[in-house]
């Protein structure tokens, strides 16, 4: 008499070799992906760093200098036309604006959020009320930003 049995399913062996191969995609891609998204966020300090100097520019040509009152306070209390970005939900980074009469700088520090460094640091210089002379960069995940 030959029966026929019938067997369904994976053996432990094909099981594990899959999980090895996820495994190894999964150590390959997951670098790539943190660095994309350190990338995105490092364009959300840019695009508020851009907002931010537009707002110094105006106020500047209404008062007359970068070191105007107000023109360097992201509290609201000041002259600029733009809110702190640092209150906005999900914000990644704190901001700070040093300026004198004739230059200013920005600088965007990461916070602690999902796992920031504060020594990670988006920077723009402006030197002159022309508009010209403007230099940017960064450190830790942000540099040649």
């Not at 009320?129 to 040649?144: M, Q, R």
């Amino acid at each position: 008499m030959n029966t026929r049995i019938n067997r369904k399913g994976f053996t432990l062996l094909e099981v594990i070799i899959v999980v090895i191969i996820v495994g190894v995609l999964m150590s390959l891609a997951l670098p790539r992906f943190f660095s994309v998204v350190e990338q995105s966020r490092g364009a959300e300090a840019l695009q508020n760093i851009s907002a931010i100097r537009g707002s110094i520019m105006r106020c500047s040509l209404k008062l007359g200098n970068y070191a105007s009152p107000g023109c360097n306070d992201l509290s609201g209390n000041g002259n600029l036309d733009t809110a702190d970005p640092t209150t906005a939900p999900n914000s990644h980074f704190g901001y700070g604006i040093a300026s004198t009469g004739s230059t200013f700088s920005i600088t965007a520090t990461r916070n602690s959020r999902a796992g920031g460094d504060a020594s990670s640091i988006i920077w723009l210089f402006q030197n002159d009320l022309t508009g010209g002379g403007v230099s940017k960069g960064g450190n830790g995940p942000f540099k040649g930003m």
